[in-house]
């Protein structure tokens, strides 16, 4: 900043009333502030929000997915072309390297989906990664700057999949160098636009441009994540100048934020679907179909949205986001609010008051205790007994037991189609089925998993379309879960930093996105 505009800034900051405590963001150093750090910075060590928010700035993937537009283009490929309906062949770029030093090569992206990492049984990337890549069958090298992808099936999904997250690439020297996933995880090594630093576990993850980047130079000389869980110190730390960037933000935040002369406020709803999920299969309570179904209808969606997040999202009363395209099927996403008709459905099932239990992590989604407690009130209003039970951590929130019965969580769409978002998060062999979650035995999974592997290998449009039909179609007979609202992701940065939100939570801090007044 000039010495001209930085006497043009001071002035106007003492007329608002700023204090000389107040500080513009810089270039040289950019500090984003969240409520979690992820435990690890390894793209396949763990699937959450917090880790979504740093990959980008650490790693590529053979496509990139605009996040304004959901184009893809070309990334660490420069181009692509289907070979078959289960294979791609992509033609590798030149002259990249990754943060320790080594040349990106065809042995990088053979290795980032191998055997040590993630394609064997005991690999320890397969778990988080694999209802992502699950189809995958293997990643040849062609030549030294071409590989071919093929998939166990046909798939209409590769280039998107290689675009998403757990398809980032890793350097096959760096990790053997380490000698261990333990190792390695410490210090992992991408091709992004800034390298790690440092990485204290659930306090601060400090990046440095990396001058050996391909692409346009990062804009921030140095960008550091901090875990900052309370809110009052993410805004505290924002007015002052300590932050230049915050995420999760609440709605409440918004109209005092925005009145401060120095804060904009960004973003609204991504393609994440903020819901329930079932245990229909270890709680005997919620075995019943037709208790799931009455929760559906109990509640008050639209209240939600316009009394605790002002408007700023939009319902879902169904798991479908118009980003689906020509998958986007609307009479199928119609207002299922109905309290008389939950109360029916109660009747029904049989219930006789039981406890409900409903376990959150408070603090994890913008609002969760407030929105919880909300819904609470609204299924206590049609009948049931509803216990909230608040815990330290997602292995509290997850363990098995019999008071397992309602979970938060949220089924982000990594791209613009139903296969990356329901199908993913519930068809057999993902985590909520490995949990123990889901009744695969039930007539209607049956035919909601019969038709999900249509969705997720045909390459015939109409067939996908009319299986994802039936897909919904099958999951309201039996809800294995209950769709809320889009999850809102709003953020608040200093008016100086020019940057825009995409349709994910993941924070691209790039030259094509961010840059400073």
Partial sequence: MSEYRKIVVATLMAACGFTAQSAWASADHMVVAMPQLPPTVEPQGINNNAIDRVVASIYETLIHANQQTGALEPGLAESWKRVSPE?????????????????????????????????????????????????????????????????????????????????????????????????????????????????????????????????????????????????????AGLRSGEFDLITEVPPDQIKPLSSDGRVDVVGGPIDNIYGLIFDNKSSKVMQSKELRLAILHAIDRELLVQALFAGKTTTADSFQSKTFGDLYIPELNQKLYDPEKAKALIKASGYKGEPIVWRIQTGYYTLEMTVSQAIAAMLKNVGLNIEIQVKENWSQVEAAGADRMINNASFSAYFPDPASQLWRRLKPGT???????????????????????????????AARKEAWKGMLEAFMKDPMACPLYALPMIYAKQKNVNWTPGMEGRLDLGAGNLSFE
């Fill in 87 to 235: 294979t791609v062949e992509f033609k590798l770029r030149k002259g990249v390297k990754f943060h320790d030093g080594t040349d990106f090569t065809a042995d990088d992206v053979v290795f980032s989906f191998g055997p040590e990492r993630f394609s064997g049984e005991k690999a320890p990337g397969r778990a988080a990664a694999w209802e992502f890549l699950g189809g995958l069958k293997e990643v040849k090298k062609v030549d030294d700057y071409t590989v071919r992808v093929t998939m166990k099936t046909a798939d209409p999904l590769i280039e998107r999949r290689f675009s998403a997250r757990m398809s980032e690439i890793i350097s096959e020297d760096g990790y053997k160098a380490a000698g261990s996933w333990e190792n390695w995880i410490k210090k992992p090594s991408g091709t992004g636009p800034y390298k790690i630093e440092s990485f204290k576990t659930s306090n601060r993850l400090d990046l440095s441009r990396f001058d050996g980047y391909w692409n346009q130079k990062a804009p921030a000389t140095k960008l550091s994540f901090v875990e900052v869980p309370e809110l009052s110190a993410r805004v």
């Fill in 431 to 461: 985590s909520w089925d490995t949990m123990g979650f889901l009744d695969t035995s039930s007539p209607d999974y049956k035919r909601f998993a019969e038709l999900g592997k249509i969705l997720e290998t045909s390459t015939d449009p």
